[in-house]
């Protein structure tokens, strides 16, 4: 399963048949490459656009369709999700290497925050993104700063302004602290002199778009299956044979079941798979294989049962 990186040329052609994303590693002070955040492409131009929500789901599926760790080779690599995301339930379905960035727009409540905890629990890694003290009730920085495990600032929105209630925390709690949207030497200097951990931005290394074909055959097989699943409509076998009509829900059910398996006793029947995850994990996997469905998201599309309801 080999990606194949852009080619404006023969990607627009085909754009429909193609599921697009981006990677930009994050570097350490000595340059090294640590970590990756990965980015939403809904086609071969190096920006974001769509619905934030979907545009999260379809990050999520790629790592059940092909997953990231054959670019990466399993070094931790971050997710943007919004809230609608973080209470989804597929989350935790994510390898814990699949570090989970919490984007700017997503309030910090109590339901949040406890949500990051159990995904912590997990072994996930959590980044808070574009962090800024002065958006978080006074009160409320320390208990927010204290479930991150790393904090991103954006450079060209405050360069240097790292406030030394953050610098404490970092420095106490070990949180690395990012310096994103580095557009220079000198950027990278002055970020490095003033104490940050981690660093990201065009001028290190630009994002490099990914594209892999997909299909969207098995579609109504997935909503006659999604619809009569909990209904238990479907014996064992049946759901096996209704399973294998859709290749695609087919290499998600045995990629999900490769992170659960132990690595000597892998999972080699798809009855086996369906066995471990349960009905249940089956079902949100149906929803998130119908709800991205091929296309890029559109807006305030609707995900059916991806809050996990059974």
Known sequence: MGFESQHPLTLEEEREHFRYFALQPIFSPALEVVSYEALYRAGIQDSFSGDGDAASRFMIDNQFLFGYEEVVHKTPIFLNC???????????MLPEWIGIEILESVELDNEMIELCYE????????????????????????EVLELADWVKIDWQRSPGGIGPLLLNHAHRDRIRVVAEKIESEAEFRRALSLGFDRFQGRCLRPPITYARRVSSVGADRLRVLFDHLDLDLFSDQELVEAICCAPLLEHRVMRRTSWLANRTTPVSSLHAAIELLGRSELRRLIALSLSCGGGPPRMHREVPGADGAS
């Open 119 to 142: 995904l912590k629990r997990l072994g996930h890694c959590i980044s808070l993104d574009d962090f800024d003290e002065s958006s978080h009730l006074s009160d409320r920085v320390n």
């Open 82 to 92: 919004t809230r609608d995301t973080l209470k989804s339930e597929l989350l935790p």
